[in-house]
């Protein structure tokens, strides 16, 4: 009895202990829901008989009309793009903020937490304001832009199949912000003033001291914070319903936003989890890139 | 030289002011819309201030019951906390002091399982609910299935957490007798306190905006949280935006104030002195 | 003794006997919300009926077709509940709903003769009467008289088809002032099925009919209308709703929509504004009309068919009521006393007599998809008029051959 007590708090059991409660939970709640999907992509799916597994199994044939479709290639690129700007952006301005936020001057703490709104604005709200903001006759954007003289005419952001997709991606980075420059300062702050302090004393530049002491010691957030943040994006939708709705023309359709129309609106349940499978395809590089990463991080 | 620095931190402070008021301006948009009329909304060219406000907080919190909507929203948010620090800390934890190939796929394993958009993972959820019987505790069936969904967030943000802790002070510590129970709780965790705290209030705030779920498996009104009632006031085919933004301001404007004073106490933290 | 111990008896089980009456439970989904329609009707109907309860749950527009599928499989499904009008038929198709038919033809209240063909076809599938409409809408021109006198249009005679309609849009847009001559909504989903078909039907074709020379017609003039700034190109990803938004705030001089707009229209419309029939290709083109609102209807694993039944019919009977109370269009025609914005229900009324359903089809949403495809590629400049309809009908078929 002693003994068996001794190995969860001490031993090697200790950590599977930790690890399986958290790992368990998740495979009882996520883990179902994951392989539902995968199956009914092979299976020929009805909106009625959803609740059971007893469907009809056609092999390869969803994915085959789905990858034909005329429109997957467009929507495939859309969402690489979606993904890449957004995450891109949402990272460097939220890290520049956080680095901006670091410094000491009045208010500065007070201010940064401001920067929050974007995560808690309720999706309708963000998607509703971006819209309002966006649009082509009324908006705000367009009447800034002529009033300061930038432009001529009227840009419509969300109607111009050129630009819609590029519109959702600001309101998008809008929304990441947050996110990213909240977990950034806090590791920021972790980093010790003294480390710093060294570097000056030697001479360092405020780029060099960046470039070789904040960025490796930062390495397990970024690592983090890229990571999700590419798994949110991929689940973002409420701005595309919003906004868009992957209009005009698919324009700026994406690949979630598709396997909602596909499930949802169409009932074409089979191929919007075949969509769904795509992504997940998609996660499965991203997680791997990660994990891999994470063996460079220091260990303390 | 007092007096530069003072300088520069002035200015610096303009400088903030002006990100600010960019970023914001979404929110400040959201606040005007809810005095405007719903016609001044589409008025072109935009005004930044309504023609004539209509205050219509007292009403919209009465009509719509949001005290009750927005108790329901704060229990389940909070719930949903307490599971995933709970659950979260300790395998979070694990993976950061263990390297190892098991770690490796448990980490990865972790990751795959938020790969889902909450819209694909609610039917199969909603059925096997209805199977066990757990349509009867809709909002515990919520903080369940939203914890599920945040966990893996959480695991590895506090994991990144966990990792810029030395691994000398535990072990000075289990030199000293201590368990590795104890090593963690009395030495990792509150060292790793900020970036636990941060990721929970992010948790927190997500699950307040949580929608699919408990849409779906809550019914009864006086059950739902605010996400859910707000959606109501769109309705097929006009939808009552001056209402609906005043709803929202009604509710993120308490949730942004207690956050924005909470986080100053938890992001600027008192870690600098421990490592020492 | 025994006598009067029976007597006792028998007069304690006939005591008894209304406790034993039983309160029968009927479970009701709507979208509205507490304070609308479905609420109203269900306090009432429980007074006038106190052995029946109605269980009353609000359910979101986008998802009661997808938590109704669900609660069906699952065993859930409720008594009575409101879907759109082009669902009627998937369920019928699938045997969920109720055919109310035999019900009906032993009613004295509900005469299915005297509904409007439109709502009446919507509820109609393969003989069967599977829901009865509790109200219904359909789209008009609306148009902004004090700018028909500005441009030297004459208010009193509103566009009737649809090149006097072009013509008018080019009077009445003035680019310097930003105001549009047209507002409608072309947007990626239903509505913009919704607001395309009556033109379709009204140029000989219909949803299974879409790659007509009148479709091509129609569907080139929208595209005029965009291309030469007469509607405003955010057209292509805005509702109904929100364009007659701008024609409320002075930025559009028409707009084409329903009689939902008319609350914030008689509050915040500054000018005066009138309503007409949506105009026809030719002064001799039959009319058409969208059909909106939706049917009350009784799933048929009910186990109270009775009680369903008796609440539908009596919804049906306060149709009078629907326009003022709720703002809904009669189904069928009825003596409303005192109307509310007479004038223009006086143009709805008579826009029902022509309003068409979208269908019947059972897989009407892939249907659907086709023709908001076509109207999006064609208006993008994507595909020419007749390409975009050519490959919508092909999808049709291909839905309509299963």
Same mark, same amino acid.
């Given at each position: 009895m002693l003994r068996f007590d001794r190995v969860f708090r001490d031993g090697g059991g200790f950590d599977s202990l930790l690890v399986m409660l958290a790992l368990g939970y998740l495979v009882v709640f996520s883990a179902f829901p994951l392989i539902y999907n995968v199956i009914m992509s092979f299976q020929a799916v009805d909106l009625f008989s959803l609740a059971s597994f007893d469907r009809p199994y056609v092999g390869l044939d969803n994915y085959r009309e789905v990858l034909g479709e005329r429109v997957f290639t467009p929507i495939f690129w859309n969402t690489v793009q979606f993904v890449g700007l957004s995450v891109f952006f949402q990272l460097t301005i939220g890290f520049a903020l956080a680095l901006f936020f670091q410094q000491d001057f009045p208010g500065a703490t007070w201010l940064r937490g401001l920067f929050l709104a974007g995560w808690i604005l309720p999706g309708l709200v963000v998607g509703a304001v971006w819209g309002w903001i966006l649009a082509g006759d009324f908006g705000v954007l367009n009447h800034v832009l002529q009033s300061l003289g930038l432009t001529d005419g009227k840009i419509f952001w969300l109607s111009d199949p050129s630009v819609s997709l590029y519109s959702v991606i600001i309101a998008n980075i809008w929304l990441g912000i947050p996110f990213n420059m909240i977990l950034l300062s806090v590791g920021l702050a972790a980093i010790p003033a003294d480390v710093y302090e060294a570097a000056e004393l030697d001479g360092a530049s405020r780029l060099h001291r960046f470039l070789t002491i904040t960025l490796p010691l930062m390495r397990a957030q970024l690592g983090a914070v890229i990571s999700l943040g590419v798994i949110f994006t991929l689940q973002q939708f409420d701005v595309f319903a919003a906004l868009t709705r992957g209009g005009p023309s698919n324009a700026s359709n994406v690949l979630q936003y598709w396997a909602w129309q596909l499930s949802f609106e169409e009932y074409r349940i089979g191929q919007g989890s075949v969509v769904s499978v795509l992504m997940v395809l998609f996660v499965i590089v991203v997680a791997l890139v990660y994990v891999r990463s994470t063996r460079n991080e220091h260990a303390g | 030289m007092l007096a530069k620095n003072l300088w520069i931190r002035w200015v610096l402070l303009a400088v903030a002011l002006v990100l600010v008021s960019f970023y914001l301006f979404p929110l400040y948009w959201m606040y005007v819309t809810a005095l405007k009329s719903n016609t001044e909304t589409f008025q072109n060219p935009p005004t930044f201030w309504p023609h004539d406000p209509q205050w219509r907080f007292a009403e919209v919190w009465v009509e719509y019951g949001l005290a009750s909507f927005i108790k329901n929203s704060v229990i389940i948010a909070a719930g949903t906390v307490a599971l995933v620090v709970l659950l979260g800390t300790g395998c979070a934890y694990a993976l950061a002091r263990v390297r190892s190939v098991w770690m490796d796929l448990v980490l990865f394993i972790v990751l795959m399982m938020q790969v889902l958009p909450s819209s694909l993972m609610i039917t199969p959820i909603f059925v096997a609910y209805n199977q066990v019987g757990m349509m009867d505790w809709p909002r515990t069936g919520v903080v369940l299935a939203q914890a599920a969904k945040v966990l893996p967030l959480y695991i590895v943000l506090v994991r990144a957490a966990f990792t810029q802790i030395p691994k000398e002070l535990e072990e000075a510590a289990l030199v000293d007798g201590n368990s590795r129970m104890g090593a963690f709780l009395f030495i990792a965790v509150p060292l790793a306190r900020n970036g636990i705290l941060v990721t929970a209030i992010l948790i927190f705030l997500q699950s307040l905006g949580e929608y699919v779920y408990a849409r779906s498996l809550i019914t009864d009104r006086a059950l739902q949280p605010a996400t859910v009632g707000l959606q109501f006031l769109t309705g097929p085919n006009a939808s009552d935006w001056s209402g609906i933004m005043t709803y929202s301001a009604i509710y993120v404007t308490p949730i942004l104030i207690v956050f924005v004073i909470l986080q100053r106490r938890i992001v600027s933290g008192l870690t600098s002195g421990a490592l020492k | 003794m025994i006598y009067q111990r029976l007597m006792t008896t028998t007069a304690f089980a006939l005591a008894a006997f209304p406790a034993l009456a039983e309160t029968v439970t009927i479970d009701l989904w709507t979208i509205d919300r507490p304070g609308e329609y479905h609420y109203v009707m269900a306090e009432e109907f429980m007074k006038a009926n106190p052995d029946i309860i109605v269980n009353v749950r609000s359910v979101q527009f986008e998802d009661m077709v997808n938590d109704l599928a669900r609660a069906v499989s699952t065993g859930d499904a409720p008594d009575v509940t409101y879907i759109d009008n082009p669902e009627v038929a998937l369920f019928a198709s699938r045997g969920l709903l109720l055919d109310m038919k035999p019900m009906i033809d032993a !009613? !004295?209240? %509900?005469?299915? *003769?005297? %509904?409007y063909p439109g709502p009446l076809a919507s509820v109609s599938y393969e003989g069967g009467i599977y829901g009865i409409p509790r109200g219904a809408n359909t789209i008009a021109l609306y148009y902004n008289a004090d700018m028909y006198k500005a441009a030297g249009l004459d208010p009193e005679n509103p566009p009737k088809t649809w090149d006097e309609l072009y013509a008018a849009a080019k009077a009445l847009t003035k680019p310097d002032e930003g105001v549009y001559g047209l507002a409608f909504s072309a947007v990626g989903t239903e509505e913009g099925t919704f607001q395309f078909l009556p033109w379709l039907q009204m140029a000989g074709g219909d949803f299974n009919n879409v790659n007509t020379p009148g479709s091509v017609t129609a569907l080139n003039l929208w595209k005029q209308f965009i291309d030469e700034g007469l509607? !405003?190109? *955010?057209t292509l990803i805005r509702g109904q709703w929100d364009s007659t938004g701008t024609f409320n705030a002075g930025s559009a001089a028409m707009s084409i929509s329903g009689p939902w707009e008319l609350p914030r229209m008689s509050e915040e419309a500054k000018f005066d504004y009138r309503v007409a029939l949506l105009p026809a290709p030719s002064a001799d083109a039959p009319r058409a009309s969208a059909l909106g609102e939706g049917d009350n209807v009784i799933l048929a694993n009910t186990d109270q068919p009775e009680a369903a039944f008796k609440f539908v019919e009596y919804m049906y009977a306060q149709m009078p009521r629907v326009w003022n109370e709720f703002g809904y269009m009669p189904a069928y025609p009825v003596e409303v006393a005192d109307p509310k914005h007479a004038a223009a229900y006086a143009v709805f009324v008579e826009s029902m007599k022509y309003a068409r359903n979208r269908g019947p089809h059972a897989e009407w949403p892939k249907i659907s998809k086709a023709i908001q495809d076509a109207i999006q590629s064609t208006l993008t400049g994507q595909a020419p008029a007749e390409q975009a309809l050519a490959d919508a009908q092909a999808k049709i078929d291909g839905v309509l051959g299963q």
């Amino acid at each position: 009895m002693l003994r068996f007590d001794r190995v969860f708090r001490d031993g090697g059991g200790f950590d599977s202990l930790l690890v399986m409660l958290a790992l368990g939970y998740l495979v009882v709640f996520s883990a179902f829901p994951l392989i539902y999907n995968v199956i009914m992509s092979f299976q020929a799916v009805d909106l009625f008989s959803l609740a059971s597994f007893d469907r009809p199994y056609v092999g390869l044939d969803n994915y085959r009309e789905v990858l034909g479709e005329r429109v997957f290639t467009p929507i495939f690129w859309n969402t690489v793009q979606f993904v890449g700007l957004s995450v891109f952006f949402q990272l460097t301005i939220g890290f520049a903020l956080a680095l901006f936020f670091q410094q000491d001057f009045p208010g500065a703490t007070w201010l940064r937490g401001l920067f929050l709104a974007g995560w808690i604005l309720p999706g309708l709200v963000v998607g509703a304001v971006w819209g309002w903001i966006l649009a082509g006759d009324f908006g705000v954007l367009n009447h800034v832009l002529q009033s300061l003289g930038l432009t001529d005419g009227k840009i419509f952001w969300l109607s111009d199949p050129s630009v819609s997709l590029y519109s959702v991606i600001i309101a998008n980075i809008w929304l990441g912000i947050p996110f990213n420059m909240i977990l950034l300062s806090v590791g920021l702050a972790a980093i010790p003033a003294d480390v710093y302090e060294a570097a000056e004393l030697d001479g360092a530049s405020r780029l060099h001291r960046f470039l070789t002491i904040t960025l490796p010691l930062m390495r397990a957030q970024l690592g983090a914070v890229i990571s999700l943040g590419v798994i949110f994006t991929l689940q973002q939708f409420d701005v595309f319903a919003a906004l868009t709705r992957g209009g005009p023309s698919n324009a700026s359709n994406v690949l979630q936003y598709w396997a909602w129309q596909l499930s949802f609106e169409e009932y074409r349940i089979g191929q919007g989890s075949v969509v769904s499978v795509l992504m997940v395809l998609f996660v499965i590089v991203v997680a791997l890139v990660y994990v891999r990463s994470t063996r460079n991080e220091h260990a303390g | 030289m007092l007096a530069k620095n003072l300088w520069i931190r002035w200015v610096l402070l303009a400088v903030a002011l002006v990100l600010v008021s960019f970023y914001l301006f979404p929110l400040y948009w959201m606040y005007v819309t809810a005095l405007k009329s719903n016609t001044e909304t589409f008025q072109n060219p935009p005004t930044f201030w309504p023609h004539d406000p209509q205050w219509r907080f007292a009403e919209v919190w009465v009509e719509y019951g949001l005290a009750s909507f927005i108790k329901n929203s704060v229990i389940i948010a909070a719930g949903t906390v307490a599971l995933v620090v709970l659950l979260g800390t300790g395998c979070a934890y694990a993976l950061a002091r263990v390297r190892s190939v098991w770690m490796d796929l448990v980490l990865f394993i972790v990751l795959m399982m938020q790969v889902l958009p909450s819209s694909l993972m609610i039917t199969p959820i909603f059925v096997a609910y209805n199977q066990v019987g757990m349509m009867d505790w809709p909002r515990t069936g919520v903080v369940l299935a939203q914890a599920a969904k945040v966990l893996p967030l959480y695991i590895v943000l506090v994991r990144a957490a966990f990792t810029q802790i030395p691994k000398e002070l535990e072990e000075a510590a289990l030199v000293d007798g201590n368990s590795r129970m104890g090593a963690f709780l009395f030495i990792a965790v509150p060292l790793a306190r900020n970036g636990i705290l941060v990721t929970a209030i992010l948790i927190f705030l997500q699950s307040l905006g949580e929608y699919v779920y408990a849409r779906s498996l809550i019914t009864d009104r006086a059950l739902q949280p605010a996400t859910v009632g707000l959606q109501f006031l769109t309705g097929p085919n006009a939808s009552d935006w001056s209402g609906i933004m005043t709803y929202s301001a009604i509710y993120v404007t308490p949730i942004l104030i207690v956050f924005v004073i909470l986080q100053r106490r938890i992001v600027s933290g008192l870690t600098s002195g421990a490592l020492k | 003794m025994i006598y009067q111990r029976l007597m006792t008896t028998t007069a304690f089980a006939l005591a008894a006997f209304p406790a034993l009456a039983e309160t029968v439970t009927i479970d009701l989904w709507t979208i509205d919300r507490p304070g609308e329609y479905h609420y109203v009707m269900a306090e009432e109907f429980m007074k006038a009926n106190p052995d029946i309860i109605v269980n009353v749950r609000s359910v979101q527009f986008e998802d009661m077709v997808n938590d109704l599928a669900r609660a069906v499989s699952t065993g859930d499904a409720p008594d009575v509940t409101y879907i759109d009008n082009p669902e009627v038929a998937l369920f019928a198709s699938r045997g969920l709903l109720l055919d109310m038919k035999p019900m009906i033809d032993a !009613s !004295s209240v %509900i005469k299915t *003769d005297e %509904i409007y063909p439109g709502p009446l076809a919507s509820v109609s599938y393969e003989g069967g009467i599977y829901g009865i409409p509790r109200g219904a809408n359909t789209i008009a021109l609306y148009y902004n008289a004090d700018m028909y006198k500005a441009a030297g249009l004459d208010p009193e005679n509103p566009p009737k088809t649809w090149d006097e309609l072009y013509a008018a849009a080019k009077a009445l847009t003035k680019p310097d002032e930003g105001v549009y001559g047209l507002a409608f909504s072309a947007v990626g989903t239903e509505e913009g099925t919704f607001q395309f078909l009556p033109w379709l039907q009204m140029a000989g074709g219909d949803f299974n009919n879409v790659n007509t020379p009148g479709s091509v017609t129609a569907l080139n003039l929208w595209k005029q209308f965009i291309d030469e700034g007469l509607a !405003s190109p *955010d057209t292509l990803i805005r509702g109904q709703w929100d364009s007659t938004g701008t024609f409320n705030a002075g930025s559009a001089a028409m707009s084409i929509s329903g009689p939902w707009e008319l609350p914030r229209m008689s509050e915040e419309a500054k000018f005066d504004y009138r309503v007409a029939l949506l105009p026809a290709p030719s002064a001799d083109a039959p009319r058409a009309s969208a059909l909106g609102e939706g049917d009350n209807v009784i799933l048929a694993n009910t186990d109270q068919p009775e009680a369903a039944f008796k609440f539908v019919e009596y919804m049906y009977a306060q149709m009078p009521r629907v326009w003022n109370e709720f703002g809904y269009m009669p189904a069928y025609p009825v003596e409303v006393a005192d109307p509310k914005h007479a004038a223009a229900y006086a143009v709805f009324v008579e826009s029902m007599k022509y309003a068409r359903n979208r269908g019947p089809h059972a897989e009407w949403p892939k249907i659907s998809k086709a023709i908001q495809d076509a109207i999006q590629s064609t208006l993008t400049g994507q595909a020419p008029a007749e390409q975009a309809l050519a490959d919508a009908q092909a999808k049709i078929d291909g839905v309509l051959g299963q």
